[in-house]
């Protein structure tokens, strides 16, 4: 068993690391700012923006939780600043995860075959896959919540308080990964306390451990509390920002328009198209993509479903995996976007689990498919890495903001050449839309100190803009630009007019499928 457990590690490790610098194509906006911050915090102890060691990072307006970008501190005394420091603590995790799924179910369902099961998905996984090979902070709070729960679960076997604690702590942890969880990690406790209370018996051992985990979460509590940032996160992502929401309120009852939209949103998570056939929007090609589950987990998944409605001595196990998935659809489920897989990675986690469960129970009464079955698996994984390494690169590039990264390099190239560097972030291939976090963009990708930074960021007089030493980074205004001198635009067609000077384009910047994005403009 052990040494079966170790080559599917081995294989996650691979499917992990191969490539990684790679693939995804360029860092997308979440990875830049958040190393950018990181390298801001290790050499100065502050972010871009001067706020000294701060509890929420406000990065872009979008307010990160601290987690990730501390570590990526941490982790850029070892690696310095180069792109792969952002991404080693998702793979880390990414690979954590697997044991730690292993151990899991091992502890949740006494059965090590199935554990092992688990342990295959979580490596070979869509979602696992590729959400461990980018800079992502709900990999380390799935990773921190599993082990929490099999420090209880050890507890319930030893009876010893010291896991109590450490489940205390590690839970404490996870909740500052990401904000979700601050809210989904106390209510699946609750949940969990109420569904196996009688291995509770001794209730004055739970309060020490309940106090220092309220202790611990204390200072995030009262951030989400009083802080007004985190507010305004929460009501820029919530479901009343949709679109079509707004209409219904505009035409009928405010708050019966929510709970119907609300809940047809939260059901909808569930559809299979988007569980196995699209859900992690890889491509254009509508339900043919990529699923966060693989496609022949479907059959399986539905089998293990059965099997738990049928199974009798299972009856905390089947609840505890319900509330599981019942609570960690709550944050996809009730924000503006459709669908959000990485707001609700832990139920895939469970989804993989309860497939594994139908997996084995379908194989130990038919071994002979087991031949056909594997077929099968690898069949539908290379379709994914299709996907993955080929169509999601030519098809969505311009969703990773590529190719910003050369943007801010041939930016930089031209530096002494020119009095000021001028960038329009508006871009698009059919339609136009503003990339987020252009300065991070162009402060990481040419070195600049952090130290610098923090003194040059100013907010400037015309429409978006960030400055910092040469740089503006704003809307382009053509009528009144193109008579500036000395000076380097960078735009795209949807900032420029269809008769600009050609001669003055120095440089032409391409979407990874060749078709252009951006044009240099010496002046």
Known sequence: MKIYLLLIILLGVF????????????????????????????????????????????????????FYTYLTSFFYFFFGGGELTIKLPGVIFGVLLIPASFMFVLKLLKNKQIALISALFTAIAPFEIFF???????????????????????????????YLYLASGIFASAMYTYFSH??????????????????????????????????????????????????????????????????????????????DFSFNRYLNQFN????????????????????????????FLILGIIYFIKKIDLAEQKKFMFFWIILGTLPSGLTFEAHSPHRIVMVF???????????????????????????????????????????????????????????SQFAWSQYDNVDQIIFDPLYGEVAPMIGTGAHYFMAYYGGYPPIKFQKEYRRGDKER???????????????????????????????????????????????????????????
């Not at 992990?16 to 390298?39: C, S, W």
């Not at 090979?133 to 308080?161: D, H, P, Q, W």
């Not at 497939?355 to 690898?378: E, N, Q, T």
């Open 132 to 162: 461990s090979r980018k800079g992502f902070e709900n990999g380390a709070g799935i990773f921190l919540m599993l082990v929490g729960f099999i420090c209880i679960f050890t507890y319930f076997e030893k009876r010893k308080s010291l």
């Open 272 to 299: 299979p198209i988007y569980l196995f056939g699209n859900g992690l929007d890889l491509t254009h090609q509508g339900p043919i993509g990529a699923g966060p589950l693989l496609l022949i987990q479907f059959p």
């Open 15 to 66: 499917l992990r690391l191969y490539l990684l610098l790679d693939f995804p194509i360029q860092l997308n906006h979440d990875e830049v700012t958040q190393l950018y911050d990181a390298i801001s915090i290790a050499q100065t102890g502050k972010d871009i923006y001067g706020n000294f060691l701060p509890f929420i990072f406000p990065s872009v307006e979008d307010f990160k939780p601290p």
């Open 349 to 407: 986690t469970m989804l993989n689990i309860v497939s594994a469960v139908g997996l084995y129970y379908f194989l130990k009464s038919a071994r002979k498919f087991i031949p056909l079955i594997f077929l099968l698996f690898l069949a539908n994984f290379i379709y994914f890495t299709h996907i993955y390494f080929v169509n999601f690169p030519f098809e969505k590039s311009q969703y990773l903001q590529y190719p910003f990264k050369q943007v």
């Open 465 to 523: 803009e960030v400055l910092f030493d040469k740089f503006s980074i704003r809307k382009v205004d053509w009528r009144e630009d193109q008579n500036l001198k000395n000076v380097l635009i960078i735009a795209s067609s949807w900032s420029l007019p269809t008769d600009v000077d050609k001669t003055k384009i120095i440089k032409t910047f391409y979407f990874y499928n060749h078709q252009p994005a951006f044009y240099a403009i010496k002046l």
């Open 182 to 259: 601050a809210i989904i990690i106390p209510l699946l406790l609750l949940s969990f306390f109420i569904i196996f209370r009688k291995y509770f018996s001794n209730l004055k051992k739970l309060f020490l451990p309940l106090l220092t985990f309220i202790l611990l979460c204390l200072p995030l509590f009262l951030m989400i509390l009083v802080n007004p940032d985190t507010r305004y996160r929460s009501e820029t992502v919530f479901v009343t920002q949709d679109i079509n929401l707004g209409k219904q309120i505009d035409y009928g009852n405010k708050y019966k328009a929510i709970l």
